[in-house]
């Protein structure tokens, strides 16, 4: 038999018994073989914290942003509110100048158109008593005469102190140096109408002047008004 037929017989192989034996980790490589786990879990742990210190941080600052915005927001307003009120009292006392000054200049003409009237009939009246004193003169024993001289010396005077009324109301309204040419033409029919005896063209032109001042003074208050009313629309 030679010595492969030997082997094959034998076949050592079939009949061997390996034992394996394991041998005990030490601690070193324990933690050798979870560390990726650790590492793993500690990366983890690590994004969260991060995670949610971020948004802390960016909650906090959100926070502080939106309390700045409504800061600003509230300071803005009442900004805001001030300017609105402050146009309103502009605009309030504009308005109010407006009426004053229409009111002033409607009653500066009533009372001026009055004070021309009652001089014009105060000048009517001049020529009456004129009369009625020469009829007196002529005939002194005729009662009616007599009667009708005293009786427009009467109106004469109630006229005059008519007049002088009207003139102080009219004087009112005026202010004595913006309004110093209507105020001297005005004090002008007074003297033609009460102090001089001044002739029917004198008179005449004394109310013509007076009458240009009431239209010089009445369009510069509408002028005023136009100026008040544009500052209300800008």
């Given at each position: 038999?030679?010595?492969?037929?030997?082997l094959e017989t034998l076949k050592p192989a079939a009949h061997v018994i390996s034992v394996e034996v394991q041998s005990n980790k030490n601690f070193w490589d324990s933690i050798i073989a979870v560390w990726p786990s650790l590492?793993?879990?500690?990366?983890?742990?690590?994004?969260?914290?991060?995670?949610?210190?971020?948004?802390?941080?960016?909650g906090a600052?959100?926070?502080?942003?939106?309390?700045e915005a409504a800061q600003r927001q509230t300071a803005q307003f009442k900004i805001d509110v001030d300017r609105q009120i402050k146009e309103l009292r502009l605009t309030t006392r504009l308005a109010t100048d407006i009426?004053?000054?229409k009111e002033n200049y409607r009653e500066v003409r009533t009372a001026c158109i009055k004070f021309l009237s009652e001089s014009n009939t105060i000048n009517c009246l001049k020529y009456q008593l004129d009369v009625a004193k020469t009829?007196?003169?002529v005939q002194p024993e005729n009662e009616v005469r007599t009667d009708a001289f005293l009786s427009s010396t009467a109106s004469h005077q109630m006229s005059q102190t008519n007049?002088?009324?009207?003139?102080?109301?009219?004087?009112?309204?005026l202010n004595e140096k913006d309004d110093a040419t209507f105020i001297k033409s005005i004090s002008s029919v007074f003297e033609e109408t009460v102090i001089n005896d001044s002739t029917p063209e004198v008179f005449g032109a004394a109310i013509v002047k007076c009458n240009i001042?009431?239209?010089s003074y009445i369009l510069k208050k509408q002028n005023e008004i136009v100026?008040?009313?544009d500052s209300i629309d800008n």
């Open positions: 038999m030679d010595i492969i037929q030997l590492l793993t879990g500690g990366v983890a742990f690590a994004g969260i914290w991060a995670s949610h210190r971020q948004f802390k941080i960016t600052r959100q926070a502080q942003q939106v309390e009426e004053l000054k009829l007196a003169i007049l002088a009324g009207c003139q102080f109301s009219l004087l009112s309204y001042e009431l239209r100026a008040l009313s």
